[in-house]
């Protein structure tokens, strides 16, 4: 069955790094953009930074931009998000996701706390 499970969450000061990943399983990887999205406690999920099939191609938030990295090794079925120069405002829930739009495909990890906070 589809699985995406995310790691690397956890407890870091401002300004610190963290890397998150996601392992994907039972479908065919190579054929979906992947994204990380966020939800914060009260507020809507939000994209945070989005790859193409390929990789050649990546989308962040403005919020993010220049601070996080988004990557895929489509060998290995993962994808992965280097956070730093981490705000208290970065902090929550984030999810990988799995999109194939044109078939009206979308799969969600479980999600992966991270908290920033001194």
């Known amino acids: 069955q589809v699985q995406l499970v995310e790691s690397g969450g956890g407890l870091v000061q401002p300004g610190g790094s963290l890397r998150l990943s996601c392992a994907a399983s039972?479908?065919?990887?190579?054929?979906?953009?992947m994204s990380w999205y966020r939800q914060a406690p009260g507020k809507e999920r939000e994209l945070v930074a989005k790859?193409?099939?390929?990789?050649?191609?990546?989308n962040y938030a403005d919020s993010v931009k220049g601070r996080f990295t988004i990557s895929r090794d489509n060998a290995r079925k993962t994808i992965d998000l280097q956070m730093n120069s981490l705000k208290p405002e970065d902090t929550a829930v984030y999810y990988c996701?799995?999109?194939?739009?044109?078939?009206?495909?979308?799969?969600w990890g479980q999600g992966t706390q991270v908290t920033v906070s001194s």
């Open positions: 790859i193409t099939s390929s990789g050649r191609t990546t």
């Open positions: 039972g479908f065919t990887f190579i054929w979906y953009v």
């Open positions: 996701n799995a999109d194939k739009s044109d078939r009206g495909l979308s799969y």
